[in-house]
C-alpha cells in the first residue's frame, strides 16, 4: 500500500499521498539511512512549506484532474479510430454474442444465432427474428 501511496501515477504524474495531504511522504527507508532530505530537514522551513503546499493543494489537484481527462479522451480517442461501425439491412442473417449466463462452459460456443434482422431501429439496434437451425442449413450455413 505504502508503495502504491508514495509512486507517481502515470495518469495524474501525481502520488496519491501528494493529491489528499499536499506534500510528498518520507519513506521509512530515507530516515533509517539517514538521507540528505532526512539530514537537511529543518523544522521551521518545513512548517513554511507546508503552509505553501496546502495553498497550492487545490491548483494540484486541478492539473491532476485535467491530466486524467486528457488522458481519458487519448484513450477514447485510439478506441474509436481503430473502431469499425458496421451497418446491417434488414433480412441480413446475424450472430449474437452470448451472455455468460448462456454458456454451459468454457467450450461453450460464444455466440449463438443465427437470427435474422426484422427491423432496424435507432442507434444501431436491430429487432431480431430466431431462425429454426434445419432452415439454416437449406441456406447452405452451418449451425454453431
Known amino acids: 500500500m505504502w508503495a502504491y501511496h508514495t509512486t507517481p501515477q502515470s495518469t ?3 502520488t496519491p499521498f501528494n493529491l489528499v495531504y499536499g506534500s510528498d511522504a518520507m519513506i521509512l527507508v530515507e530516515i533509517q539511512e539517514n538521507s540528505p532530505r532526512f539530514q537537511n ?8 512549506e507546508r503552509k505553501v503546499n496546502l495553498d497550492l493543494l487545490n491548483e ?3 492539473e491532476a484532474k485535467i491530466k486524467a481527462e486528457a488522458l481519458k479522451m487519448r484513450v477514447e480517442y485510439k478506441y474509436g479510430s481503430k473502431l469499425r461501425p458496421r451497418q446491417f439491412q434488414v433480412a441480413d442473417l446475424v450472430m449474437r454474442k452470448a451472455h455468460p449466463y448462456q454458456l454451459e462452459n468454457k467450450l461453450s460456443p460464444k455466440w449463438i444465432g443465427p437470427f435474422r434482422i426484422t427491423e432496424a431501429l435507432e442507434n ?3 429487432r431480431l427474428e430466431k431462425l429454426e437451425v434445419a432452415r439454416f442449413l437449406a441456406l447452405g450455413m452451418r449451425p454453431t
Open 124 to 126: 444501431g439496434a436491430y
Open 12 to 14: 495524474t504524474k501525481e
Open 41 to 48: 530537514f529543518v523544522v521551521k522551513e518545513s512548517n513554511e
Open 60 to 62: 494540484v489537484r486541478e
